[in-house]
Antibody, heavy 114, light 108 residues
Framework: EVQLVETGGGLIQPGGSLRLACAAS????????MSWVRQAPGKGLEWVSV???????YYADSVQGRFTVSRDNSKNTLYLQMNNLRAEDTAIYYC????????WGQGTLVTVSS | DIQMTQSPSSLSASVGDRVTITCRAS??????LAWFQQRPGKAPKSLIF????LQHSGVPSNFSGSGSGTDFTLTINSLQPEDFATYYC?????????FGQGTKLEIK
């Protein structure tokens, strides 16, 4: 059974940085598509990024240049490094498998506020 | 960017009803279309990929999807109490991938 567990969320001031982790089990992160999706409070889903099997990542315009995805294959974990955070980045962040998001984690809340 | 427009934005129905939710893409996406269900306070759940394929054996058979190109539908036959939730479509044909705004299905 595929399980994804996101960690690393919390309260951060505008302009700060945070790194989220998505630990996978029952599934190998290496060589597979992995995605990040976020949901602002009371709002709809917003696609953030997808990393293909070769490790190339595509980002939403709203995070391009500020967010970076990486993987640690030895830990079977995907990371989302978020820099220069803004209030509008406040959201629950989910990781998911594949480009069509067939398995989801429970999410981790990021709050950007002074 | 490809815009995904769902209709209606909200819908009231009764247990046992059949409902249809529409998702329209601003340009052709072939069948690169997925549907998700989200219950309050929970993570989204995948229902359908490639426009018409049920995602998991755990997805009830009263859900079905159809369409290709720009127009897609999610149909729920014989609504059950647990089906009242918010539904989203997503295109994964072209970067950046995009979601519809969601359709909230409420009990009448």
């Amino acid at each position: 059974e595929v399980q994804l567990v996101e960690t690393g969320g919390g309260l951060i001031q505008p302009g700060g940085s945070l790194r989220l982790a998505c630990a996978a089990s029952g599934f190998t992160v290496r060589g597979n598509y992995m995605s990040w999706v976020r949901q602002a409070p009371g709002k709809g889903l917003e696609w953030v990024s997808v990393t293909n099997g070769g490790g190339t990542t595509y980002y939403a315009d709203s995070v391009q240049g500020r967010f970076t995805v990486s993987r640690d294959n030895s830990k079977n974990t995907l990371y989302l490094q978020m820099n220069n955070l803004r209030a509008e980045d406040t959201a629950i962040y989910y990781c998911a498998t594949s480009s069509y998001l067939d398995n989801w984690g429970q999410g981790t809340l990021v709050t950007v506020s002074s | 960017d490809i815009q995904m427009t769902q209709s209606p934005s909200s819908l009231s129905a009764s247990v046992g009803d059949r409902v249809t939710i529409t998702c329209r893409a601003s340009q052709g996406i072939s069948n690169y279309l997925a549907w998700f269900q989200q219950r309050p306070g929970k993570a989204p759940k995948s229902l359908i990929f490639a426009a018409s394929y049920l995602q998991h054996s755990g997805v009830p058979s009263n859900f079905s999807g159809s369409g290709s190109g720009t127009d897609f539908t999610l149909t729920i036959n014989s609504l059950q109490p647990e089906d009242f939730a918010t539904y989203y479509c997503q295109q994964y044909k072209t970067y950046p991938y995009t979601f519809g705004q969601g359709t909230k299905l409420e009990i009448k």
